[in-house]
């Protein structure tokens, strides 16, 4: 029987699976909400139904969004303390130590988001111009406390879905100057940046980066321009080792736009992976790291 408590997590599991306008770290905050809410309301006469429940849900928000490590490392953390601790207690007592941890988590990721931000921006410092590609929470943080110094922007589509149109309306607002370009130039732009600056949907052990598909390539032309790439990302989006190899996630081939015809396949691959030898630095909560 579906209740109206499962069928909202339902509808919170499809919307992080589908979304394409938050980055990995707000997803993974709205997948710990949907936890915290199943913590509280999850229908279950014993302990070791709700337990159940609960870990079924998690496993399945874990893997919903593969190329996004900050998902499933939060989800983790919480199975590892909220989960955990509730066990042999009273269901409701359990029930908010469930809660109380997921909330937790939740505040450290804002907070890790912030302070990595914070690093990036002092190391940049003032009158720069910064050039970025797709659409990262922890990238607008940087250029909010940038704003007031004098940078510029320089703003590539983010394609399929302009993910930088939403960016450059952000940076108009903060007064920020901004270019906006075609994916297709980067080449020809990255030369004016002082420097490239990107988020991160996971790091992987290997220290290279999988983020938006041209990353890449952008990248590729800063390193052949000697202009420092780097990237911005909370610690929450390591990769475990014993996660195995990286799954890269695979949208609607119809986001292009593209016609049909016969024999012609449309490929719509959303992320891709930076080497770490093309990454000048990342910066954290803690600083920079190299």
């Given at each position: ?6 069928l ?23 997948s ?82 912030e ?13 720069r ?34 993910e ?6 952000r ?75 990286p ?31 093309l ?12």
């Amino acid at each position: 029987m579906t209740t109206r408590e499962s069928l909202r997590f339902e509808q919170g599991l499809a919307q992080v699976q589908n979304d394409r306008t938050q980055g990995a770290a707000e997803l993974a905050r709205e997948s710990l909400r949907l936890l915290v809410d199943s913590a509280l309301t999850t229908e279950a006469s014993t302990l070791m139904d709700w337990r159940r429940s609960l870990l079924e849900r998690a496993q399945r928000l874990a893997g919903c969004r593969p190329s996004m490590a900050a998902i499933r490392h939060l989800i983790e953390r919480w199975q590892a303390t909220g989960v955990t601790l509730a066990d042999d207690r009273p269901l409701d007592e359990g029930r908010g130590i469930a809660a109380a941890a997921g909330r937790d988590l939740i505040e450290q990721s804002q907070r890790a988001t912030e302070q990595a931000a914070e690093h990036l921006a002092r190391h940049l410092g003032a009158g720069r111009v910064l050039m970025t590609h797709s659409l990262s929470s922890t990238i607008v943080g940087v250029f909010t406390r940038l704003a007031p110094l004098g940078v510029a922007a320089i703003v590539t589509e983010s394609r399929p879905l302009q993910e930088g149109y939403r960016l450059a309306e952000r940076l108009s607002a903060l007064g920020v100057p901004t270019t906006l370009m075609t994916d297709a130039q980067m080449g020809l732009f990255v030369a004016r940046a002082d420097a490239v600056i990107v988020g991160a949907d996971s790091r992987c052990p290997d220290g290279s980066l999988i983020n938006k598909a041209g990353t890449y390539l952008l990248a590729l032309a800063a390193h052949d321009q000697g202009i420092p790439f780097y990237v911005c990302s909370e610690r929450f989006k390591q990769r475990s080792v014993d996660w195995g190899d990286p799954e890269f996630e695979q949208m609607d081939p119809g986001e292009l736009g593209a016609p049909v015809w016969a024999g012609v396949t449309v490929a719509n691959e959303y992320f891709d992976r930076t080497p770490a030898g093309l990454i000048s630095a990342w910066f954290d909560e803690h600083g920079r790291e190299r």
